[in-house]
């Protein structure tokens, strides 16, 4: 049972226009959401977190949506530019211990 | 942030033989975590390694394939034993700090 639904597999967004990444969870016991962007032959780097007090966090161009009651998140990158193009992940956690993690978005920035 | 290295970054190795990737980290941490990540694929745990108690292997992977050691906070092995073509992936280490998650450059690994 995957823990962790993330949509969509892939995302082509001009440069300039507004990347959006869904996820959706079951577990209500999870209480901390990271999105991780990934290039090629890197390992993941935690690009923003947030946890379920908040609707959202915002941090630079990269804004987190949590939408408590319909067991939601979402990635938001502003202004997306060929330096985003990456794959994004997100993950979901209880208490720290075990992460699950979404199947990854790759996002290509067109110039 | 933490700052994890991870040895070796690549390696080449051949069907029945065993590969350890070391791991290590520049701040004390208690939780360590394994990842494989095959190519294009998401993250899956291997197994938890917390300093001072035996690792905590999820479901489909076993401590004779895959033993792992945590001898102080800084440091830990995952040694890949009689390896086949299957086993050719990306293995990450991951740590736990200040209510973070910082995961390694990976160490891709392909068996011939």
Known sequence: QQQVKQSPQSLIVQKGGISIINCAYENTAFDYFPWYQQFPGKGPALLIAIRPDVSEKKEGRFTISFNKSAKQFSLHIMDSQPGDSATYFCAAAANFNKFYFGSGTKLNVKP | ?112
Do not use: H
């Not at chain 2, 040895?7 to 975590?33: A, E, H, N, W, Y």
């Not at chain 2, 494989?36 to 401590?63: D, H, W």
């Open chain 2, 1 to 112: 942030s933490a700052v994890i290295s991870q040895k070796p970054s690549r390696d080449i190795c051949q069907r029945g033989t065993s590969l350890t990737i070391q791991c290590q980290v520049d701040s004390q941490v208690t939780m360590m975590f394994w990842y494989r990540q095959q190519p294009g694929q998401s993250l899956t745990l291997i197994a938890t390694a917390n300093q001072g108690s035996e690792a905590t292997y999820e479901s489909g992977f076993v401590i004779d394939k895959f033993p792992i050691s945590r001898p102080n906070l800084t440091f830990s092995t995952l040694t890949v034993s009689n390896m086949s073509p299957e086993d050719s992936s990306i293995y990450l280490c991951s740590v736990g700090l200040a209510d973070e998650q910082y995961f390694g450059p990976g160490t891709r690994l392909t068996v011939t």
